[in-house]
């Protein structure tokens, strides 16, 4: 079992930025992906950014240019560095761990983390 908490939310203006972190309780090995996802009210989750063993990343269209993932593997830690914030990107932020471990995907998602951008 690996828990996951993450950290950062809160509240913050319009342009300004949030720094999520999300500390995994201990070391994973082998094929991973790290990502953040997102929840507004009434919506279902959607992607924002993930991460893997390669740091190879992706991330949602839209959010490319404003938002950057990035992990501290000493740190069991993925971060997500969110500038030029929006209204819109008003949402709870889950981090969430994918292991491939024999041959089948494993999630393991954090609590999630209120980021609430006023106008």
């Known amino acids: 079992q690996v828990q996951l908490v993450e950290s950062g939310g809160g509240l913050v203006q319009a342009g300004g930025s949030l720094r999520l972190s999300c500390a995994a309780s201990r070391s994973t090995f082998g094929i991973r992906v790290l990502g953040w996802y997102r929840q507004a009210p009434g919506t279902q989750r959607e992607l924002v950014a993930t991460i893997n063993n390669r740091r190879i990343t992706t991330y949602a269209d839209s959010l490319k240019g404003r938002f950057t993932i990035s992990t501290d593997n000493a740190r069991n830690t993925v971060y997500l560095q969110m500038n030029y914030l929006k209204p819109e990107d008003t949402a709870i932020y889950y981090c969430?761990?994918?292991?491939?471990?024999?041959?089948?995907?494993?999630?393991?998602w954090g609590q999630g983390t209120q980021v609430t951008v006023s106008s």
């Open positions: 969430n761990l994918r292991l491939l471990v024999d041959s089948r995907w494993i999630d393991y």
